[in-house]
C-alpha cells in the first residue's frame, strides 16, 4: 500500500491511498521535516488495545503475591507457592469456578477466565480491586499501586 500526505482526496494516484487526518495541520507539521526531503514514511495500523503494564504485573505478582504468601504462613495456613496463591485467587478471592475437562486422556483443570497476562488494564484493574476488598476482609490491607515505580516490593519499604 502506498501514498502520500495530502488532505484533498482528488489528488491521489491509481493504487494510492488516501489518509484523512480531522487536524490536519498539526500533523503536517510534525512531519514537515520528512515531507520537505522526500522521504519514504510508512504507517501501520494496529488495533488499539489498552494493555497492563510490566508494573501492573510486578505488582500483583511481586507485591500482592508475597504479602498474601506470609500473611497465610503468619496465621498458620501453611507455605505455598506464587501459583498456588494465583489459583486461591482466582477460585476464592475472585469466584472463578473451575471446570474439570478431559484432555488426551488426562482430566484438567481449566477456567473460563483470562488469563492475567491476556487482561486489558481495566480489567486488570479490576481484579486488583476485588482482590484487595477480598484480602481486607481476611485481615491483609494490600497497598495500592504506586505510580512512577516499577512496584516491587521494594518500593513500598518505607525508610525509619
Known amino acids: 500500500m502506498t501514498g502520500f500526505l495530502s488532505n484533498n482526496p482528488d489528488d491521489l494516484g491509481r493504487g494510492e491511498v488516501f489518509l484523512r ?93 483470562k488469563h492475567v497476562r491476556d487482561m486489558t488494564t481495566l480489567e486488570f484493574n479490576e481484579m486488583v480491586e476485588a482482590l484487595q476488598l477480598f484480602w481486607s476482609e481476611q485481615g491483609l490491607e494490600l497497598p495500592d499501586p504506586k505510580k512512577g515505580t516499577n512496584n516491587n516490593l521494594t518500593d513500598f519499604i518505607e525508610d525509619d
Do not use: C
Request: proline share 4%; charged share 25%.
Open 21 to 113: 487526518f480531522d487536524f490536519w495541520k498539526p500533523v503536517r507539521r510534525v512531519l514537515q521535516p520528512w515531507l520537505d526531503n522526500e522521504v519514504k514514511l510508512e504507517f501501520g495500523l494496529h488495533a488499539f488495545r489498552l494493555m497492563k503494564s510490566r508494573a501492573q504485573l510486578g505488582y500483583y505478582f511481586g507485591v500482592m503475591i508475597p504479602m498474601i504468601r506470609a500473611f497465610m504462613k503468619e496465621r498458620g495456613d501453611g507455605v505455598f507457592t506464587t501459583d498456588e496463591i494465583h489459583l486461591y485467587n482466582m477460585y476464592k478471592g475472585l469466584g472463578v469456578e473451575p471446570t474439570i475437562r478431559n484432555i488426551g486422556g488426562i482430566e484438567v483443570i481449566t477456567t473460563n477466565r
